[in-house]
């Protein structure tokens, strides 16, 4: 069974720094990765999807990585702002598969 | 419609009782995916529907959970004789076609007391 590990589980930064959050799962045989945001009381939002032959996909200040071989993903997130304040999941599709497999993901702070 | 919407926003409800979460996909979407996000926890795959077929309910905990969905278009998810470990939040997402990104809905927050 797929199983995706999201570290650090939380994380405080103050605004206008970079930084990254981590991804790894134990199934290399994966169709595409997604990385969400979810807020307090709120459903998830899509913020990049990266399929298994892409290495990476950038949106605005988000960048994500994709290593299959090695069973990770990061996404970067340049220049934090308060309003990136969220919890962001990270879930893998394996092969095959219909369902996503997420991580339990990495809460942010961003400090003003 | 814009998004995914789901209803109730949030059920509290006595052991024992059933209840029916309602989700409503985005128009055209053809694959509605339900999964559960328990305290604490990562969100956990309960079934998928392809159209208005179930090819996917592997991740249904018992049979006390079914689901069905109409018209290519709503979806109900029940659970029966309902049980203090149901409590948690019930996410619907649908996409465009099974391999395509998923929009999820707001959730519905189920506590059973």
């Known amino acids: 069974k797929q199983e995706v590990t999201q570290i650090p589980a939380a994380l405080s930064v103050p605004e206008g720094e970079n930084l990254v959050l981590n991804c790894s799962f134990t199934?290399?045989?994966?169709?595409?990765l997604q990385w969400f945001r979810q807020d307090p009381g709120k459903g998830l939002t899509s913020l990049l999807l990266?399929?298994?032959?892409?290495r990476e996909q950038t949106s605005g200040r988000l960048n994500a990585s994709l290593d299959k071989s090695s069973g990770r993903s990061t996404l970067y997130i340049a220049a934090s702002q308060p309003g990136d304040s969220a919890t962001y999941l990270c879930?893998?599709?394996?092969?095959?598969?219909?369902?996503?497999?997420f991580g339990t993901g990495t809460r942010l702070t961003v400090i003003p | 419609g814009a998004g995914v919407s789901q209803s109730p926003s949030n059920k509290v409800t006595e052991k024992g009782k059933d209840v029916e979460l309602r989700c409503d996909p985005i128009?055209?979407?053809?694959?509605l995916y339900w999964y559960r996000q328990r305290l604490g926890q990562g969100l956990e795959f309960l079934i998928y529907?392809?159209?208005?077929?179930?090819?996917?309910k592997s991740g249904l905990p018992s049979d006390r959970f079914s689901a069905e969905r109409t018209g290519e278009s709503v979806s109900t998810l029940t659970i029966q004789r309902t049980q203090q470990e149901d409590s948690a939040v019930y996410l619907c997402?649908?996409?465009?076609?099974?391999?395509?990104?998923?929009?999820f809905g707001p959730g519905t927050r189920l506590t059973v007391l």
């Open positions: 997402a649908s996409s465009r076609g099974a391999t395509d990104t998923q929009y």
């Open positions: 529907f392809q159209g208005n077929s179930a090819p996917d």
């Open positions: 199934d290399s045989a994966i169709y595409n």
């Open positions: 128009s055209g979407h053809t694959a």
């Open positions: 990266i399929q298994s032959s892409q």
């Open positions: 879930a893998v599709r394996v092969t095959g598969a219909n369902n996503l497999f």
